[in-house]
């Protein structure tokens, strides 16, 4: 679309090329509070999952299998904090791409593999309590770390393997104007990532947390009658409520990240115009601030991570090896 005769009046994202797109206009005192709210959504977010990052690579006694998805959950996030956040915080408050067609097809790529690749851990994390809660003879035979980390390797190249392909295949698209960054999704490939990366995955940790859970009721209900017979706790029981907790705490994490999925995911069943519009900017947002949730209900349910945090924050053991 050209524009052959500009307003003076209209702002543009690029004012010598007749194809630009228009820019929208804001007042400077809301330009102010876009670029501070969203600076600070992305410290926060990278502060928080940094954190956690160093926690667990620094400090031995963290390095369990459980806490390798937990780390690579928080790369994750933190990336997202770090890259996407501040690139999709100036294509929204600017309404202009400015960064070419190269950055623009690194960040659609970058972007749908952080998303893929959390949620993918997701589905690690339902997985490794599942055994621990279900089959707790069979988890230090099953899960070891050696195993844990390659399969977390794989997870990272499957997801970047998949979004290459997505961006690869759509890459051959039409622009409407000059300066602006989407990818146009043929229905196929809605249609397969909506299977893939939303319906397949997230049915598959919900049936497996439901499993944990009847399970975790029948071991509390044991516990809590050894209590009244024996007056003390054996050390299998002590271990059996220690994972039912951990599973408790995943699952929060799990639904917090289901609920900011779902909102975003409904927009594959809408018109792809309606990406533009400011409730799927909102629910692209929500998708992006639960990268900096995790760690807040890490703070909440885990003590290690709290003791953690203070270490670190006054350099009391930090810099000593472990």
Request: proline share 4%; with cysteine.
């Amino acid at each position: 679309m050209a524009f052959k005769t500009k307003d003076p009046e209209t702002q543009y994202c690029f004012p010598a090329i007749n194809s630009s797109c228009i820019k929208t206009k804001r007042s400077t005192h809301e330009y102010n509070i876009m670029y501070v709210f969203f600076s600070l959504l992305s410290v926060w977010t990278v502060f928080l999952n940094l954190l956690v990052i160093i926690s667990i690579s620094h400090f031995k006694k963290l390095h369990t299998p459980t806490n390798m998805l937990i780390l690579s959950l928080a790369v994750s996030d933190l990336l997202v904090g770090l890259i996407v956040m501040p690139l999709e915080a100036i294509r929204l408050i600017e309404t202009c791409w400015y960064f070419g067609e190269t950055i623009c097809t690194l960040f659609l790529i970058t972007i749908g593999l952080l998303l893929s690749t959390s949620l993918s851990n997701l589905v690690l994390i339902a997985v490794d309590r599942y055994v621990a809660v279900c089959h707790p003879l069979l988890y230090p035979q099953k899960i070891t770390m050696t195993r844990t980390i390659n399969i977390i390797c794989v997870s990272w190249f499957w997801s970047s393997a998949y979004n290459i392909s997505v961006v690869i295949t759509t890459s051959q698209r039409k622009y409407t104007c000059y300066g602006e960054c989407i990818t146009l999704i043929t229905v196929a490939w809605t249609i397969a990532d909506l299977f893939l990366s939303f319906l397949f995955p997230c049915t598959f940790i919900i049936t497996l947390y439901l499993r944990i859970f009847y399970v975790t009721h029948q071991q509390v209900k044991v516990i809590n009658s050894l209590m009244r017979s024996e007056k003390h706790l054996t050390e299998g029981s002590v271990r059996r409520k220690s994972e039912s907790k951990a599973a408790l705490t995943l699952g929060i994490i799990v639904t917090v990240y289901l609920f900011c999925w779902i909102p975003l995911f409904s927009l594959s069943l809408t018109p792809i115009t309606s990406m533009t519009s400011a409730i799927a900017y909102f629910m692209l947002w929500i998708m992006y601030i639960n990268s900096g949730l995790n760690p807040l209900i890490y703070a909440i349910f885990y003590p290690w991570f709290r003791t953690s945090v203070k270490h670190i924050l006054n350099l009391s053991k930090i810099f000593k090896p472990e």
